[in-house]
């Protein structure tokens, strides 16, 4: 028979491979010519990504009604200032949605099936790439793009790939 000691070695290296096993990865790009400042609710916040740069986040299973937008023409001064589209209540590491307009990246990350979408139902400022390592890729490069969410209950645009995913959100593909 194990230790006590040995066996909560092994329960604990459980825990963490099974946690590790649980969690999307999400690999944020800046296609574009101009500094941005993505944000992610309810996991990540935001920072400055320069032009080329990427942002990578670990989403655990469980996060629904995730979020990743764009914010454009931001000053901040330490933790706190504007954006000119999708500011979200003045802080650089975001707590709640952006202001629009603003392009969203909608996820839900479960233990079976990953959902995503884009949605423009707060409107349009950034063209967006939106990929699932197992699933398709989602295009919406100007501001009726018919591939979005345009409207609340827009429910036929979600798209579904396995759960422990790699996801690609690119700005200005």
């Known amino acids: 028979m194990a230790s006590p000691a040995a066996s909560s070695v092994v329960f604990l290296l459980l825990c963490v491979f099974t946690a590790g096993a649980s969690a999307a990865t999400f690999t944020i790009t800046n296609n574009c010519s101009f500094i941005l400042w993505p944000a992610a609710i309810p996991v990540g916040g935001g920072l400055q990504v320069n032009p080329g740069q990427t942002w990578t986040l670990d989403v655990p299973v469980g ?97 579904e790939c396995n759960s422990n995913s790699n996801f690609q959100v690119t700005f200005c593909p």
């Open 63 to 159: 996060t629904n009604g995730g979020r990743i937008w764009g914010r454009t023409g931001c000053s901040f001064n330490g933790s706190s200032g504007h954006c000119a589209t999708g500011d979200c209540a003045g802080a650089l590491s975001c707590s709640v949605p952006g202001d629009p307009p603003r392009t969203e990246a909608e996820f839900s990350i479960t233990s079976t099936t990953d959902y995503y979408d884009i949605s423009i139902i707060d409107g349009y400022n950034l063209a967006m790439d939106f990929s699932c390592s197992t699933g398709v890729n989602l295009k919406c490069r100007e501001p009726n793009c018919p591939g979005a969410f345009l409207f609340p209950g827009d429910d036929e645009k979600v798209s």
